[in-house]
T-cell receptor, first 114, second 115 residues
Framework: AQSVTQLGSHVSVSEGALVLLRCNYS??????LFWYVQYPNQGLQLLLK??????LVKGINGFEAEFKKSETSFHLTKPSAHMSDAAEYFC????????????FGPGTSLSVIP | GAGVSQSPSNKVTEKGKDVELRCDPI?????LYWYRQRLGQGLEFLIY????????KSGLPSDRFSAERTGESVSTLTIQRTQQEDSAVYLC?????????????FGPGTRLTVL
């Protein structure tokens, strides 16, 4: 069965520092991969996605993620954290061979320290 | 509006009562999903509707939970005989064409509190 793990339920970084949020998945078939962000008191919104093609994908607000098939990873990075990046981040992967079903990871709460 | 809407935004109920949660998806979106998000936890898949196909109910935690969708529009999630462990935020999402990639658009959620 497919699963998604996010190392670290809570990550704190200083403003201006590198943001690295880890995501690993298990899947028997090449999946589609997503990162969603949930700002306080708001709904989830798509940050970026990988479907096919270039393995380094860029999303909104300066975030990017790289799909590494050999490591079954899809880590999210941003070179310089901003206070407004404080939010909950969810990694997600399509389930099985059906691209219409998605499994979400448990989430990582990002805090940015001024 | 252009986004997914949910109502009510907050619902407080007593243990044992039934509740209905409503989701209005984005017009034209064929797929609709319900998730549950307990405090401090990730999203738990509940049920999935795709067009006129039979819904995928594999995530419903018990027979107290049910959901309906009228065509490709409004969906209601019903929880009968609510329990305190049902307290959570219930999220609805819709997507346009899940056969290709599956970008889901989420509503703001309904926060359910069972006393």
């Amino acid at each position: 069965a497919q699963s998604v793990t996010q190392l670290g339920s809570h990550v704190s970084v200083s403003e201006g520092a590198l943001v690295l949020l880890r995501c690993n998945y298990s899947s028997s078939v090449p999946p589609y991969l997503f990162w969603y962000v949930q700002y306080p008191n708001q709904g989830l919104q798509l940050l970026l996605k990988y479907t096919t093609g270039a393995t380094l994908v860029k999303g909104i607000n300066g975030f990017e993620a790289e799909f590494k098939k050999s490591e079954t990873s899809f880590h999210l990075t941003k070179p310089s954290a901003h206070m407004s990046d404080a939010a909950e981040y969810f990694c997600a992967v399509t389930r099985g061979t059906s691209y219409d079903k998605v499994i979400f990871g448990p989430g990582t709460s990002l805090s940015v320290i001024p | 509006g252009a986004g997914v809407s949910q109502s009510p935004s907050n619902k407080v109920t007593e243990k044992g009562k039934d509740v209905e949660l409503r989701c209005d998806p984005i017009s034209g979106h064929t797929a609709l999903y319900w998730y549950r998000q307990r405090l401090g936890q990730g999203l738990e898949f509940l049920i999935y509707f795709q067009g006129n196909s039979a819904p995928d109910k594999s995530g419903l935690p018990s027979d107290r939970f049910s959901a309906e969708r009228t065509g490709e529009s409004v969906s209601t999630l019903t929880i009968q005989r609510t329990q305190q462990e049902d307290s959570a935020v219930y999220l609805c999402a819709s997507s346009f064409d899940p056969s290709t990639y599956n970008e889901q658009f989420f509503g703001p959620g309904t926060r359910l509190t069972v006393l």
